[in-house]
């Protein structure tokens, strides 16, 4: 009977560890697309900027009025820089210079895998250059969306950005890993949290404390803002004010009622875009 619970529980074991292994397969795994060939309905020059790490980032450009300042736009996991496209569009149209960007292992930006924030902050690093490379006189702001927000706080050294837009955020990536796998087991996935967290840790070759950026965002020196969405189950509310009571002055936070872990824009529209246009005025056109 001792043998046969033995052999049960074995397989049990090996099962789970199976299972853990594919699902870390998924999760780290490229999210590459062929983005070039689309066409834009706003004008947009495609660039491709040296990283620390060999690769060529690859984004688009859109020219708004000097003047009015430049905003990196970085967008979230398993996804690429066609998600930016909408926010793009709505400023420039108000004179903002725009650059949009493929993460590491999305779209065309080479990369063998995701590694939550570890890689796709250097792409960061190496995309704010190129905005002051090009835009020598212009201030600089940053919007990003979940992993895309991850790379902007975990970016060494200091960005020095006028203002920053961190959506759909997570404090921690333990928290972001237990309440995906909530959402897709049940209570039951939390079981596999300690093997996943130990084939990203391994991957990506950081610790899993080094990855969270709640322990990274009081170095973010710049005016930040905050957004998050009341049915948001993949970051909830208190994680996000958390993470915002961890982030330094000057610094607001927007809860959007209803929103999910989706695009905020699509979802809030015009409000959205309002409460955006306005902390980026704020912060990047102080002499208007």
């Not at 052999?7 to 789970?16: E, K, M, N, P």
């Not at 905003?71 to 690429?80: A, E, F």
């Not at 250097?122 to 212009?138: D, S, Y």
């Not at 990203?200 to 965002?217: D, H, M, R, V, W």
Request: aromatic share 8%; charged share 20%.
């Amino acid at each position: 009977m001792l043998q046969k619970i033995l052999i049960t529980l074995s397989g049990v074991c090996i099962a789970a560890a199976i299972l853990s292994f594919l699902a870390g397969e998924l999760v780290t795994g490229s999210a590459a697309t062929a983005t070039e060939t689309l066409l834009t309905d706003i004008p947009v020059q495609s660039v491709k900027i040296p990283a620390a790490d060999g690769n060529l980032v690859h984004g688009w450009i859109a020219y708004g009025e000097d003047g009015n300042g430049a905003v990196l736009l970085v967008h979230s996991i398993r996804s690429n820089r066609v998600e930016m496209l909408s926010r793009a569009r709505f400023l420039t149209a108000q004179g903002y210079h725009t650059l949009m960007i493929d993460l590491q292992a999305h779209g065309e930006t080479p990369g063998d895998r995701i590694t939550f924030g570890a890689k796709e902050s250097g792409n960061v690093e190496a995309a704010v250059n190129f905005l002051r490379q090009t835009f020598p006189h212009e201030r600089i702001g940053a919007i990003g969306v979940s992993l895309g927000a991850a790379a902007i706080v975990l970016a060494k050294p200091d960005l020095r950005l006028g203002a920053v837009i961190l959506e759909s955020l997570h404090p921690t990536l333990e928290e972001a890993v237990e309440n995906r796998l909530k959402l897709f087991l049940g209570e039951p996935g939390k079981l596999f949290l300690p093997l996943l967290l130990f084939q990203i840790s391994f991957f990506t070759g950081e610790p899993i404390e080094a990855l969270s950026p709640i322990t990274q965002i009081n170095n973010l020196n710049s005016p930040v803002l905050i957004i998050a969405g009341t049915n948001d189950q993949h970051t909830t509310v208190p994680e996000t004010e958390r993470l915002f009571a961890a982030a330094r002055e000057p610094k607001e936070l927007w809860i959007v009622p209803g929103a999910r872990h989706f695009n905020m824009h699509d979802y809030a529209g015009k409000t959205y875009e309002r409460e955006v246009s306005d902390f980026l005025a704020y912060y990047l056109r102080r002499n208007e």
